[in-house]
């Protein structure tokens, strides 16, 4: 599925081949074509949290929290 080769692609990029870039481009495509998908949200968010980008780290996980507001993995991203 779409979201399934997006996020793996994803993880590559961010993870082995050290290419955040291209991860956090993917990912904001991903969010404008199908903005209800969490895990992209969620993805980004992290991915953010990892280059030591708190305040766009923060502001995805609001916007998800506001868009997805049921979500179990939000106490983490609240820890800030």
């Known amino acids: 599925t779409y979201r ?4 793996q692609l994803a993880k590559i ?7 955040h870039a291209k991860a956090i481009t993917l ?3 991903a969010v404008q074509k199908q903005p209800k998908e969490v895990l992209f ?16 780290s923060i502001e ?6 506001v868009q997805f507001p049921t979500e179990v993995w939000y ?3 609240i820890g800030y």
Do not use: N, V
């Not at 399934?4 to 996020?7: A, S, V």
């Not at 990029?13 to 290419?19: A, D, H, I, P, T």
């Not at 949200?41 to 980008?53: G, K, V």
């Open 4 to 7: 399934d080769f997006t996020y």
């Open 60 to 65: 995805f996980f609001k916007k998800a929290m």
């Open 41 to 56: 949200w969620q993805t980004l968010a992290e991915l953010y949290e990892q280059l030591d980008d708190k305040d766009k």
């Open 13 to 19: 990029y961010s993870g082995e081949k050290k290419e």
């Open 75 to 77: 106490p983490r991203a």
């Open 27 to 29: 990912l904001e495509k």
